[in-house]
């Protein structure tokens, strides 16, 4: 994806030094561009916690090439996977709630223990954490290929008016490594030229909305507007939306959904108002061992510092304001489960399905085997 | 209510110069408070247009001394009737959704022709405002007399524990003359010693949940938490939330609720959890005229700036930083419509009842002639 008419991804190895990593801090967006070495698994760890990068995909791909980092610092011989298990605990506790995270980590950790000595785990792990972000963007960009359909179909039916996409959070390329999730079928009609505008939640208490969503539609062109969390339900009412889209930060296999706090309000009025609402998702974010969304999926609780200052540019300067009386309390829960009956339909890389067990059963029959 | 200790009512005669009037400026609660004097109409037009001055009751009792204001600028004889007559139209032109404004204005205005003179049209329009404005602060007394019944009956079924209140925006003293709508029921309890907690939505965009009902609430020691406009559907989720009071800008005869945007989101996930949610007013917001609040309520549009800025306190001082990308475009509706359907009832002056027509004119039979 472009920023600025140059080509991005969100995570990369910086050029001629593949011992460093480069991200891009997303706590500065839509402000300033700001490009972040990662030298230390300390750094790496810091960069998710601290939410330099979000975004499930995203957090997956950088904790994996942390593992990498993990063996670079690590010494030869047992104190060395010593240090990268350490490591891999130190990773996996940043975020609780997005299942990519332990999957990925996993699958770079498996890999590299068949490692003989430093400079093999070494390799297998850098080898295996860009294995898995490439399937990422790929599977990134199948969606936009299945989701767009959608689209189409409604644009049709319009006559060729804009179709009206609400979409709450970020979960856009800056979530992933490229084309995003719940906005790749929107990119992908866009570059077909089916005319597209997007309605965006501003999504408090971080703003990913409207910092990052509208950052990243605004630098590809796509027409949009940014809306308070407040308003989508009284949009769907007056049929202002045609078509809700968002992430997944992990689906059970039941088709139930955490993603950002709010989502499960837009969902109720989309439900409410008979708007489509589709769930866009790698395969990566289904939790194949859990069903029930509600009781199983841990629900991360940040600082109340989130809720209570806000961050934004004034005369040229990031601040933060406070937004409250200073001696009141806040709460801050970073995520809520929307329940699989008020999903219209999940997007995956392997394409569109009920939000049921059966519906992922038939794209992944593979699955059959786990947990019954 | 009391703020430091202090009574305060949100309007007042400035002591020693019934020709000033003395309004708490609310845009700049909870970081300082300021108070304003209101010397001509167009001041008053303006502390409401630019929200000085917020809140259904508050816009009425506002606007009723504003037409007093206008008699004592007024000349006299028939020019002087002219200017009253204008001054009423700017007054009713600031904003348009709650009713209150219209009907105390009107009854000021009536009452005012009946004076021969300047002096007599000056002395009918403050002693009717005056009126007005004294029945508003008992009806709000006694939206709490009847709502704390709900509190108390949750109360003895929690075996004592805190009930849990949520409440969206500002309907609390701040909006009214005194004790307020939604939150007079809340200090009702507090005072009868019935242990209460209120969920306060921040109420983006303008945040008066944040920055009005969280400082309200601290000002006379009730437990309170702020939270996002996103979180409530989680907490309701979670059996955390015990009833929804909010207040309405107006009120269909049929109940549908017109109120701060994003109140019917709430409606939703109360009635998809079971959580009982009520709307508390005063009869002056209920609009007889109409029944089908979606169609025939018209609803604020507002600045794009209160979506893309937001104020706050840094280092002690109150500023606005930009949220969004500078070129991204937003929209700013401010309020929407509540379906009667999904309100549990409605608490007026006059006691409890179904939001619906027959529920309210059981509270007001006097309205039956008004409208087949």
Redesign the interface.
């Known amino acids: 994806m472009e920023i600025n008419g140059k080509h991005y991804r969100t995570i990369w190895l910086k050029e001629n030094d593949p011992t460093t990593i480069q991200i891009i801090d997303q706590r500065f967006l ?2 300033e561009l700001v490009i972040e070495d990662l030298r230390s698994v300390d750094e790496f760890a810091a960069a998710i916690k601290e939410m330099h990068v979000r975004g499930a995909p995203l957090i997956g791909g950088t904790a994996s090439l942390g593992l990498y980092m993990a063996c670079l610092e690590a010494p030869e011989g047992e104190a060395g996977m010593e240090h990268i298990s350490q490591s891999l605990a130190q990773l996996r506790s940043t975020r609780p709630t997005a299942v990519d995270l332990f999957s990925w980590t996993d699958r770079v950790f498996q890999s590299l223990q068949k490692g003989q000595n430093k400079a093999e785990r070494t390799a297998l792990a850098l080898e295996t954490a860009l294995e898995i972000i490439e399937e990422s963007a790929e599977h990134c960009r199948l969606i936009g290929v299945h989701g767009v359909d959608l689209i189409k179909t409604i644009s049709e039916k319009k006559g060729g008016a804009p179709v009206n996409v609400l979409t709450h959070c970020n979960a856009g390329w800056i979530a992933c490594i490229d084309y995003g999730t719940a906005t790749s079928p929107v990119y992908a009609a866009h570059e077909a030229g089916i005319p597209v505008h997007v309605w ?1 939640d ?4 971080r ?1 990913q909305g ?2 990052l969503t ?2 990243e ?2 630098q590809h062109g796509v027409p ?11 949009l769907m ?2 049929g202002m939306v045609d078509i809700v889209f968002v992430g997944s930060d992990r689906t059970t296999r039941a088709g139930d959904v955490a993603n ?3 989502t ?3 969902a ?2 989309a439900h ?1 108002n008979k708007v489509p609402f589709y769930v866009t998702l790698p395969h990566s974010t289904i939790d194949w061992n859990i069903r029930d969304g ?1 009781k199983e999926i841990p ?1 991360e609780e940040r600082g109340s510092e989130e ?8 005369e040229g300067k990031i ?7 200073e ?7 970073g ?3 929307t329940p699989a009956k008020y999903v219209s339909g999940l997007i995956t890389e392997r394409g569109i399905c009920p939000a049921s067990e059966e519906g992922l059963l038939k794209l992944y029959p593979e699955q059959q085997a786990v947990l019954k």
């Open positions: 839509p402000h965006v501003e999504t408090r208490p703003n409207a910092r509208a950052y539609l605004g949009h507007t940014v809306i308070v969390d407040n308003l989508g339900g009284h009412q007056h950002k706090i709010g499960y309000l837009k109720l009025a409410d509600l629900i809720v209570k200052f806000i961050q934004g540019q004034h601040k933060q304001v406070l937004l409250t009386p001696s009141s309390p806040a709460i801050n829960y995520f809520d489960v």
